[in-house]
């Protein structure tokens, strides 16, 4: 073979696999998403990290997710969680049920850890390039909370981002080794900000800025979707 030929042959192969490589990472629902797939760290027999300052990472965790689903159920999305109770759950059982939701994105909820205890803020982590948006949205949410430090928007390849059919976010909510994060985390009037936060991003990137909860009919009205608490005949 000419070296021209095979040249141009290599980079019609290295074409085809950026092109079938962007199709399996990730199918784009990050602007018609009606799920949110919320996936609620560890649980059961894993902890996560667990600190002097909070209760255990799955704990709260938890909390927080259950915070968020309910709020953005009121905002007229639907949910899905993959755990909604202290059991351990595979990552892959994870990411299966994510991907069996069609049209729909995949939040996963975490609180950090480190050996260095003075490290404190909020991180969220993305894999596919669809997924940034939502990520910066909730990272920039987080950050309007008072004594917030922003860690920033950050690539992983976490298993439950990389493995995901849709766009998928990771959001490590504070640092349990961090003496003022941990005792903040352990109060539930603080969690639910944070979740707010989250779901406000959520709702705000899907239906537009300030659609969040102030007027879920409209979001409803938004959506297409009928309002579940109209009489069958309208
Ligand atoms: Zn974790």
């Not at 009919?217 to 309208?234: E, H, K, L, M």
């Amino acid at each position: 073979m000419r070296r021209e030929n095979f040249i141009a042959l290599l980079s019609v192969a290295a074409a085809a696999a950026v092109v079938s490589g962007c199709a399996s990472v990730a199918t784009n629902t990050s602007h018609t998403f009606e799920t949110v797939v919320l996936d609620a760290g560890h649980g059961g027999k894993d902890s996560g990290a667990v600190r002097r300052y909070s209760p255990a990472e799955k704990t709260l965790a938890l909390d927080v997710t259950l915070r968020v689903n309910r709020k953005l159920q009121e905002s007229q999305l639907q949910t899905v969680l993959t755990r909604a109770n202290d059991t351990f759950i595979p990552l892959d059982d994870r990411v299966a049920r994510g991907n069996a939701e069609k049209n729909s994105i995949f939040v996963s909820i975490h609180f950090n850890d480190s050996r260095r205890r003075a490290v404190r803020g909020f991180e969220t982590y993305y894999h596919s390039p669809y997924a940034f948006e939502l990520a910066s949205a909730i990272e920039r949410k987080l950050d309007t909370l008072p004594h917030s430090e922003n860690r920033g928007v950050r690539t992983a390849r976490f298993r439950v981002l990389r493995n995901a059919q849709y766009p998928s976010v990771l959001v490590e909510c504070g640092y349990l080794s961090n003496r003022s994060e941990g005792s903040r985390v352990s109060n539930s009037g603080y969690r639910d900000e944070v979740a707010d936060k989250i779901a406000e991003a959520i709702v705000d990137y899907r239906y537009g800025t300030g659609m969040y909860a102030r007027q879920p009919a409209v979001v409803a009205a938004r959506s297409g979707r009928t309002n579940p608490f109209a009489p069958a005949f309208q």
